[in-house]
């Protein structure tokens, strides 16, 4: 039972390059959520999707976009990557909205 | 949307002092009051939480108080040890409801030998 799981690990993009961000649960939970964390700071929300099928945007979702592919699983694009983007993404997941998270192991990623 | 704020921003204690972490919040609706710590390189992992019908909960040396009046409530920390050291974060919520999904900025807890 591995819970969440995010891939890559790290990734080192150029300015301009585009990539995905991977998430997967196996807890069947319904809500899974994108955040970034920027060194030292806190966890500010990209984008959520409630249930399947849904998503919605949060506090910081320009440069982004997202994608439910099924219950299990919620993608994260940068289409046209950018330094500022520069940070530690997390993929977490609730039973319902708005209920205790449970974090994947985050992926960090530079943009060059 | 909803305002979080957490004091202190750090905290350097002894080991086996108590530290206490508050989170105010602005959003009278919420009624879900987790505590997360989020260890150097790690994810954040819930270590306690509350919901608005309860005024304190309490799993050994770790408790949280709500003072809903007042929008704040805070995690107690006793008999601190330094694998305590990590940032923690309060992350208020209206339970099962799309709210606005905001984490405080973290109390960086450093415990000292």
């Known amino acids: 039972n591995a819970g969440v799981t995010q891939t890559p690990k790290f990734q080192v993009l150029k300015t301009g390059q585009s990539m995905t961000l991977q998430c997967a649960q196996d807890m069947n939970h319904n809500s899974m959520y994108w955040y970034r964390q920027d060194p030292g700071m806190g966890l500010r929300l990209i984008y959520y999707s409630a249930s399947e099928g849904t998503t919605d945007k949060g506090e910081v979702p320009n440069g982004y976009n997202v994608s439910r592919l099924n219950k299990r699983e919620f993608s994260l694009r940068l289409e046209s990557a950018a330094p500022s983007q520069t940070s530690v993404y997390f993929c977490?997941?609730?039973?319902?909205?708005?209920?205790?998270?449970?974090f994947g192991p985050g992926t960090r990623l530079l943009v060059l | 949307g909803e305002n979080v704020e957490q004091h202190p921003s750090t905290l350097s204690v002894q080991e086996g002092d108590s530290a206490v972490i508050k989170c105010t919040y602005s959003d009278s609706a919420s009624n879900y009051f987790p505590w997360y710590k989020q260890e150097l390189g790690k994810r954040p992992q819930l270590i306690i939480d509350?919901?608005?019908?309860?005024g304190e909960k309490k799993d050994q040396r770790i408790a949280v108080t709500l003072n809903k009046t007042a929008k704040h409530f805070s995690l107690h920390i006793t008999e601190t040890q330094p694998e305590d050291s990590a940032v923690y974060f309060c992350a208020p919520r209206v339970d099962g409801t799309a709210s606005k999904l905001t984490f405080g900025t973290g109390t960086r807890l450093q415990v000292t030998l």
């Open positions: 509350i919901r608005s019908n309860v």
């Open positions: 977490a997941i609730t039973r319902t909205l708005g209920e205790t998270q449970y």
